[in-house]
């Protein structure tokens, strides 16, 4: 709960000190295509999952080039998890809510780095309900590049780097991270 309540004060504090230009809000969905990193389960594989996600975000100017980018996504992520000829997908949903700090290089075109954090809302392993096996809460650090055309239309390239074991097992010996890479389409005004 302090987490969130520093959030909403850092979030605050930057719309006051943000300078005369409008805040962008905006939309945006696209593809996932989302793995389990680190430690493999015994004899299986972990493989890419491809799925999607959607949100909102507001785009934040702050002084010179660099802008302020809070976002919520609904982001469905997991694995595909082989073992032998069997396969099972590995299906984690969270709300996602990534803070980005954003630099123009040129105009239209900025690099984006930061934090993103996760809540699962749901996790299944196949058609059987998982949750009680993955934790509730998730970090991960993003980097990406979007480019927005002057019409309010991006486009957007950004790969989401688990920090934290995505695992709740008591006799767990894997760890694994969630590691997405995305490439969405949005409109901002």
């Avoid at 469905?76 to 396969?87: K, P, T």
């Avoid at 006799?171 to 490439?183: A, G, L, P, R, T």
């Amino acid at each position: 709960m302090k987490k969130i309540l520093l959030f909403i004060a850092v979030v605050a504090l930057t719309c006051t000190t943000a300078q005369s230009q409008e805040i962008r809000l905006g939309a945006k969905l696209g593809l996932n295509v989302a793995s389990l990193g680190g430690d493999s389960y015994g004899l299986g594989s972990l493989g890419s999952r491809t799925s999607f996600h959607l949100g909102a975000l507001a785009e934040i100017p702050l002084k010179g080039n660099f802008a302020l980018q809070p976002e919520i996504l609904y982001s469905s992520e997991g694995s595909d998890f082989s073992f032998g000829s069997a396969s099972n997908d590995i299906k984690l949903d969270y709300i996602r809510v990534p803070v980005l700090a954003k630099y123009y290089i040129i105009e239209g075109l900025s690099a984006e780095l930061g934090p993103s954090f996760g809540v699962l809302v749901s996790a299944k392993a196949g058609d059987e309900d998982a949750k009680d096996f993955y934790k509730s809460f998730d970090a991960a650090i993003a980097v990406g590049a979007t480019y927005r055309l002057n019409m309010g239309v991006f486009f957007s390239l950004r790969y989401n780097k688990g920090l934290l074991d995505v695992n709740d097992m008591d006799e767990d010996n894997y760890k694994n991270q969630s590691n997405v890479f995305q490439i969405s389409a949005g409109y901002s005004f």
